[in-house]
């Protein structure tokens, strides 16, 4: 075997023994959050309840930039709700599910639309740092819209 072919299978295997290290690593120091390979869950966004049919459990969510995230959205109640977000564009698309059915993407939906009290799961990576907003459009104005921050 050449001496170049060696100093190739030696590299090989030296850049395969390295961990992945993510950027966003804690240090001991430092309160950045952490980047990890498994995905994490992003706070439950319940749109509605049976009480208010215009509440919203949470408006604000901050991820971080690097991290899968996987993030169920519920209709809790019996009005139809137009969700659209500008972080679908971007953020890569891993699945949509519902009701244990998959949807796998080459880009991202405009929107989901609920038309009856239901949870869709959306699993993603969040790509580009930025803030970005929520909304169902036509409930805006009834306080139905929030962001969500990607540091």
Not at 45 to 55: E, F, P, R, T, V
């Amino acid at each position: 075997m050449s001496k170049l072919k060696l100093v190739a299978y030696a590299a090989i295997i030296s850049l395969l023994s390295i961990q992945p290290h993510a950027a966003a690593q804690e240090d001991d120091d430092n309160d950045e959050p952490k980047v990890t390979r498994a995905s994490k869950n992003v706070p439950e966004l319940i749109l509605g309840s049976k009480d208010d049919s215009y509440a919203v459990n949470q408006k604000d969510f901050e991820l971080v930039a690097g991290q899968g995230y996987r993030w169920k959205i519920t209709s809790a109640a019996g009005l139809e709700y137009k969700f659209a977000t500008d972080l679908f564009r971007n953020v890569w698309m891993n699945q949509i599910v519902i009701d244990d059915l998959e949807v796998h993407m080459n880009g991202a939906p405009a929107w989901l639309e609920f038309d009856a009290e239901g949870t869709i799961n959306v699993q993603f990576t969040t790509v580009r740092p930025g803030e970005y907003t929520w909304s169902v459009p036509d409930l805006a104005d009834k306080g139905m819209t929030g962001k969500i921050i990607i540091k």
